[in-house]
């Protein structure tokens, strides 16, 4: 029989250097359990329950039957961007050429795409913490220094125009945000963003990566871009996708609206690692950002039904602070008041541990705040049914009381 085990060969000191994805592991793992028939509870993954919209699938259909299979043109076809380019107009205000958008496998690559174009080795990037797990990661494959700058509860978890200026130096390249924000659902106020940009237009050769995946899952009302403030439009790469708000994360679409000469950069980027995205996949995203935003009320209804639920579950866990988040789908509760503590002799000392720990002994997955810059909390998935929310947080609040 052939031996099909290797000794581990030598890898980069790149791949050395990066994490895996926190929520990625952790979803693993969870399947893994789950596999061994294990009744595994999962808040770990940021994903819609729900399934495709059927307009968005007869869209796909017709394009599997128009034999729209071939190559596309790297930054995406002519009519897709046309139609995001009319989507940044109506729903932000932005107005984006076609050949000012470039659409990619994901969001997440148009974040990469964009820090690759952008970072040379030693620059910094700031990254308003809790962030989201893969910034930091994709900032050290270009050579850049990611540089955390602190909120934490007390804020909402919101970085102030303060706390951003007293953190650029003359190294600082880029700044990357989400709002509303993965992990902790905060939503950045016209205010808010109004501020931040009056510092960033103050420093040359500064650019922005706003991240507005979650643009409409936001129960505090319309947020504007910051690309929509003076100065803002000429240094700011605005990413969006179709995957959350149309539960197609699955089909793997991203874009970004950029200043051209940015857009450029980002599809010869792509050019050289993934070439255009999906023709099919491509043909289903110009439906939805074509779609009455108004279409997603009711999954944001629901949304909204399991964020007051699971508020007023983990609102009754003695010793956990919450926030109620005006965005996204995510709770990123504090739980420092739990570690230090033990179970059988188990000491939890850390955040991962925690989430460890719940996992083994409650069943329940959760996904370590450690990853996300802030080492106190937790984040928990409401992209799930309420009966596995009421669940969930039952284990969790097992699992924390029994520790000693």
């Not at 289903?284 to 108004?294: M, N």
Request: charge should be negative; proline fraction near 5%.
């Amino acid at each position: 029989m052939e031996n099909t085990t290797t000794t581990p060969g030598r890898v980069s000191r790149l791949l050395e250097q990066l994490t895996e994805s926190a929520t990625l592991a952790m979803a693993r793992l969870s399947r893994e359990l789950t596999q061994q028939g294990l009744d595994i509870v999962s808040l770990s993954l940021g994903e819609p329950d729900f399934d495709t919209p059927q307009f968005i699938k007869d869209a796909a259909h017709r394009a599997i039957d128009q034999n729209i299979t071939h190559y596309p043109p790297v930054n995406g076809f002519l009519d897709v961007r046309k139609a995001i380019s009319e989507k940044f107009r109506r729903d932000n205000g932005l107005d984006y050429a076609p050949e000012q958008i470039v659409v990619s496998t994901g969001a997440k690559q148009s974040i990469a795409n964009a820090v690759l174009a952008l970072v040379n080795p030693g620059d910094e990037v700031i990254m308003p913490s809790p962030y989201w797990v893969s910034y930091s990661e994709m900032v050290k494959i270009a050579g850049g220094t990611p540089v955390e700058v602190k909120a934490d509860f007390s804020s909402d978890f919101k970085v102030t125009a303060a706390q951003l200026e007293k953190a650029i130096t003359p190294r600082t390249r880029m700044i990357i945000f989400s709002s509303p924000c993965n992990p902790t659902g905060s939503v950045l106020s016209t205010e808010e963003l109004a501020a931040w940009a009056e510092v960033i237009t103050r420093h040359s050769e500064l650019y922005v990566i706003s991240d507005e995946i979650y643009e409409f899952i936001n129960y505090a009302g319309k947020s504007p871009s910051i690309a929509t403030f003076p100065g803002m439009y000429e240094r700011t790469i605005t990413v969006n996708g179709v995957s959350k708000a149309f539960a197609m994360t699955g089909w793997r679409i991203g874009y970004i609206g950029a200043p051209r000469w940015i857009a450029d950069a980002c599809t010869k980027m792509q050019g050289q690692v993934t070439s255009g995205t999906g023709t099919i996949s491509q043909m289903a995203a110009k439906a939805a950002v074509q779609a009455d935003p108004e279409l997603i009320h009711p999954m944001l209804e629901t949304f909204r039904g399991r964020r007051e639920l699971m508020h007023r579950l983990l609102s009754e866990i003695p010793g956990l602070q919450v926030n109620m988040p005006e965005g996204a789908f995510y709770f990123f509760p504090d739980i420092h008041a739990f570690l230090g503590k033990s179970y059988r002799g188990e000491r939890i000392e850390t955040a991962e541990a925690l989430s460890m720990y719940m996992l083994r002994h409650f069943l329940v997955a959760t996904v370590s705040g450690e990853s996300f810059g802030d080492p106190r909390c937790i984040r928990l998935s409401y992209a799930a049914s309420e009966s596995d929310i009421r669940k969930a947080c039952g284990r969790i609040k097992d699992a924390l009381l029994a520790l000693e």
